[in-house]
């Protein structure tokens, strides 16, 4: 091989920086470890009818080895685990140890990576959301509107805009429930009101198709988004990775674990060393890198290859990620009612809360999840199991979820670092994670605002139900090596490529100077399409 | 009992309180499987033996047993139990028809629903409270 553009990974970014760069015609190598899921069975049958189908619908949903079962355990953080169908996309990797304090990663080594899990949140950041960044709205604005028409993006024009900038591209959105429409229509009556506090609630922009696309179907509301949609409504990179393999000029090239990257003295990278998967170091030679490992895996990679220059002492601070609340709630409207088995299952609305500045504009998505598995949900309630049980059944249309995000900015001391493994052993990544003094502060008073907003719109938060995420757990992780004006050695330039190697460049959540209270890939995806057109296709 | 037959015995009795009426067969080994791994139950906790020994007879003493754990052992094998069990019936076809049932009475059937429910849980755990708290203070009298 003689060089040429490398991307390292399979993620929404690195996907869609390929995707730029082949539609224009020029050549990429993709190194990746790319570990695949199952492939979705019966899949036009709706959950009722797939549970009928399967031959074992106890592996289906719980696992061979019973590894999506969640049963009562103490001091457990977590209470809803993976469905064995997205096992694949967080299984750890033996290269890659890590160890972490105030901080619970996860990593992928899935191809198409972290977003093949992801629940297709689609929310543009907006100008004063940029505040900081080297780079203002109108150079992110079109890339928007370009990626919502390659993936296929579902939302409407409506209050959601006084936080979310609208874009080109976007498809009708998609059919609402009863629940999610009968607290819009409360919204609507409300909605004078609810403005005065800042409070804004609208459709819910996902990268879910309301229209056919090629040989993606629109959502048919089939109740299985949970197990990964089987007629690819929902993007996950995946669909772009395969729509790119067999292209002219886009090589693919899975089980390859990067280790890190080889430069020359005048700070250009030369090479990549990676293992394939008989555990053989390679090394393949590039002209350009380009890093799209995700935040984690990438500063992996860039720490060890500075150690292997002899820069052993490197931290890169200013991790970031969104804490986040899960504040389940009931809509006294729904109580007792039928229950619909056909219904999208992630969010169907989003609800934007101003609480005082671009970084403090909380966002909250409504989530229904009716066909999620009950255990582990269950277990949780005050009562004994069989009327818990029973207790849900009556519930169980009236149930939302209401998931916040919260906006995180960099710190110093928020940092990652490698440690050198022992004698033949991988090198351990450190990741350090302390939120604010005033974190606690901040969640009750988002939390005491969207209690008395719902309650507003006919629904109960129960105080005690509210659930922290620990911090790692939105896998929005961002900000280990900013792009700036001016700034570190160990930085981006305003085009995402590194201030210490020339021709180096972080397409993922590494470059990103702060991190708004929104789920980050759509970002990801329009920056790596801005990165590519400015740096590489100028 | 052999650990099949208890296993059998078990599940029976937890489909029953979650209210599934169906057959039960295929889920026999993967509940069997789970429990062993749960290994043996901790020593001093007097209540937990006869939680099991309760659920294995089935009836109000299962229901008495369950109330007391959703109480005052959250976390311990018949609370562990009850959620496996939950999982393997969300799984079934027929789950629609029982743990997932749900009624369509309009939230002025639901009330009613609730106070009764309530209503049980809480005369129950009056009667499991000086058996199963005898038990945890004394030792296990099963």
Redesign the interface.
């Known amino acids: 091989m003689s060089g040429g553009v490398v991307v390292v990974g399979s993620g929404a970014s690195g996907v869609a920086f390929a995707a730029r760069l082949v539609a224009e015609g020029r050549p990429v190598v993709m190194l990746d470890v790319g570990r695949r899921g199952p492939r979705p069975q019966h899949p036009d049958l709706d959950l009722?009818g797939l549970?009928?189908e399967l031959a074992d619908?106890?592996a289906?949903?719980?696992g061979t080895a019973?590894e999506s079962?969640?049963?009562?355990?103490?001091d457990e953080d977590e209470y809803y685990g993976f469905p064995p169908d997205k096992q694949h996309v967080f299984s750890a990797h033996d290269r890659l140890p890590v160890s972490s304090r105030g901080f619970t990663p996860l990593l992928s080594f899935a191809a198409g990576g972290l977003a093949e899990a992801w629940t297709g949140g689609s929310y543009p950041f907006n100008e004063a959301e940029l505040e900081g960044w080297p780079f203002g709205l109108d150079e992110l604005l079109p890339r928007y509107g370009a990626v919502a028409r390659d993936i296929g993006i579902s939302g409407a024009d409506d209050d959601l805009a006084r936080f979310m900038p609208v874009h080109d591209g976007l498809q009708a959105p998609i059919e609402l429930d009863r629940h999610a429409a009968l607290l819009l229509a409360d919204y609507e009556r409300k909605r004078d009101r609810l403005a005065r506090r800042n409070f804004v609630m609208g459709r819910a922009r996902l990268a879910v198709l309301s229209e056919d696309r090629g040989d993606r179907r629109a959502c048919d509301r089939l109740g299985r988004c949970l197990w990964g949609c089987p007629r690819g409504s929902l993007y996950t990179p995946s669909i772009g990775l395969d729509r790119l393999i067999g292209r002219d000029g886009f090589d693919y090239r899975p089980g390859h674990f990067v280790e890190r990257f080889v430069a020359d003295e005048g700070g250009r990278v030369r090479a990549i060393v990676a293992r394939d998967e008989g555990g053989r170091e390679r090394e393949i030679p590039c002209d350009r890198l380009v890093m799209a490992a995700g935040t984690l895996a990438s500063a992996r990679i860039y720490l060890a290859s500075l150690a292997a220059q002899g820069l052993r002492d490197v931290e890169l601070g200013g991790l970031m990620d969104n804490r986040q609340m899960l504040m389940p709630f009931v809509n006294?409207?729904m109580?007792?009612?039928?229950?619909e088995?056909k219904s999208y299952q992630y969010h169907q609305l989003a609800m934007g809360l101003d609480l005082g500045g671009a970084m403090d504009y909380v966002h909250g998505l409504v989530t229904t999840l009716k066909t999620a598995?009950?255990?582990?949900v269950?277990?949780n309630l005050?009562?004994?199991?069989?009327?818990?049980?029973?207790?849900f059944?009556?519930?169980?249309?009236a149930l939302g979820l209401l998931n916040v995000n919260f906006s995180d900015s960099p710190r110093p001391e928020n940092r990652l670092a490698l440690e050198e493994g022992r004698a033949g052993a991988a090198p351990r990544l450190l990741i350090d994670y302390r939120p604010t003094a005033d974190e606690p502060a901040r969640l009750r008073r988002a939390a005491t605002s969207f209690r008395k907003i719902l309650r507003s719109l006919g629904a109960l938060a129960p105080k005690g139900m509210s659930h922290l995420r620990p911090m790692g757990a939105s896998v929005h992780y961002a900000g280990s090596l900013p792009m700036t004006t001016r700034g570190p050695e160990d930085g981006l330039d305003p085009e995402g490529r590194s201030r210490r190697f020339d021709n180096l460049w972080f397409v993922d959540g590494s470059g990103l100077p702060t991190l708004p209270a929104k789920n980050l890939t759509f970002t990801l995806m329009a920056n790596a399409y801005r990165v590519a057109e400015r740096s590489f296709l100028a | 009992m052999n650990d099949r037959g208890r296993s059998m015995r078990e599940l029976r009795v937890l489909a029953t309180m979650l209210g599934h009426a169906g057959p039960i067969d295929a889920m026999v080994e993967r509940y069997a499987a789970v429990t062993a791994d749960e290994g043996e139950i901790e020593r001093g906790r007097g209540d937990r033996g006869l939680q099991l020994a309760a659920l294995r007879r089935g009836g109000i003493p299962a229901r008495m047993a369950s109330v007391w754990a959703a109480r005052f052992d959250r976390h311990g094998p018949l609370r562990r139990r009850e959620a496996l069990a939950l999982a393997l019936l969300e799984c079934l076809p027929e789950s629609m028809d029982s743990v997932d049932r749900c009624s369509d009475g309009g939230p002025g059937a639901a009330w009613p629903r609730f106070l009764w429910w309530g209503l049980c849980e809480v005369l129950l755990l009056l009667a499991a409270l000086p058996v199963f708290g005898c038990a945890r203070l004394f030792g296990d009298p099963s």
């Open positions: 009722p549970k009928r619908p106890h289906h949903f719980l019973n079962l969640i049963l009562p355990v103490e006294l409207k109580l007792g009612r039928r229950y088995a598995m009950l255990h582990p269950v277990q005050p009562f004994s199991m069989g009327t818990s049980t029973r207790f059944g009556e519930m169980h249309t």
